[in-house]
Nanobody, 121 residues
Framework: QGQLVESGGGLVQAGGSLRLSCAASGSIFSIDTMGWYRRAPGQQRALVATITPGGDTNYADSVKGRFTISRDDAKNTVYLQMNTLKPEDTAVYYC???????????????WGQGTQVTVSS
């Protein structure tokens, strides 16, 4: 099977930057789309950004121009560079990956445990 482990969350002032990382590990045959979602207090989990193996990206309108998603397939890792952070970016950020593992026989959705990002005004 596989698992995702996030790192890089924390507390930052408005206008600051943070970089989140998420490493996939386990008995992985292939990884398709990877991405980040977030859940703000009192809200449902929402898309932040996704990236395909070919490098095609998709962003929520609220983060376009401020956040950048990237991936390193040699390390099975996806990153989220967050710049010009705003208090409304405060949320738990979850890593996502569509992976084919020994759990098989098809690709399944995997989620990380979440990392807290808090932006103070």
């Amino acid at each position: 099977q596989g698992q995702l482990v996030e790192s890089g969350g924390g507390l930052v002032q408005a206008g600051g930057s943070l970089r989140l990382s998420c490493a996939a590990s386990g008995s992985i045959f292939s990884i398709d789309t990877m991405g980040w979602y977030r859940r703000a207090p009192g809200q449902q989990r929402a898309l932040v950004a996704t990236i395909t193996p070919g490098g095609d990206t998709n962003y929520a309108d609220s983060v376009k121009g401020r956040f950048t998603i990237s991936r390193d397939d040699a390390k099975n890792t996806v990153y989220l560079q967050m710049n010009t952070l705003k208090p409304e970016d405060t949320a738990v950020y979850y890593c996502y990956a569509d992976m084919l593992t020994t759990r098989g026989p098809q690709f399944d959705d995997y989620w990380g445990q979440g990392t807290q990002v808090t932006v103070s005004s």
